[in-house]
């Protein structure tokens, strides 16, 4: 049965996920995760993507981008495995595939929904129990976002601008954001479409975004604004695995 074509919109943002395979880490030490780095801006720059949020976990990786055309993220990925799955082999002296299959991702729309994907990309280390603070973690956006400390990968989208006239003003109002918990039914949401290749928002925007696509990409029961089965069994399934390791959260 065919791949069903990946959900892309040029300008929209997305919500992007690679794992290792049979959850292998990624990265064993700071200079893997440096390399990477580096690797994901001359790849992201070199296609067309803008990266608004992103954290390095052990075994996965998320990244919240913009795409400026539909091949940009699916370009972009296969030039970062190629390169970094190459030198990471040669690093490691092991052969063979790095990353679990096809990336996972999601259209994210609306600002409820772009801020909150950026939110829970750099609470990842927080849900893990790694630090207690986003901005405590060293690999991710957090410290760009809230502190303003100079990241070559970050791009500021819009929305994010949006939240003052200043960047100290912006700055302050995304910390903000943290005091309050993420609300759980958009982490539902985002990961539910995440999974299913879906769109993260309204159900206005969704046909919206069909339109732009000329074809469906909603999921049966995995609506992203309401609750549904699949949505209350994610969640159960969350909550009742405690058998994830500390890089598993997602």
Known sequence: MPRPPRAVVPGQPLHLI?????????????????????TLRVVSERTGCAIHAYVLMVNHVHLLITPNEERSPSRMMQMLGRSYVRWFNERHDRSGTLWEGRYRSSIIDSERYFLACSRYVELNPVRAGMVTRPDAYDWSSSKSNAHGVSDALVTHHPLYLALGRTPSARRASYRTLFSTPLDADAVDAIRVATNAGSVV???????TIEQALARSVTRSGHGGDRRSDAVRKQRTRHHRSTMLTPADPS
Request: charged share 30%.
């Open 18 to 38: 690679q794992r290792g395979v049979n959850r292998v880490a990624c990265f064993t030490d700071d200079l893997d995760r440096r390399h990477f780095i580096h």
């Open 201 to 207: 928002g309204a159900t206005h925007s969704r046909r």
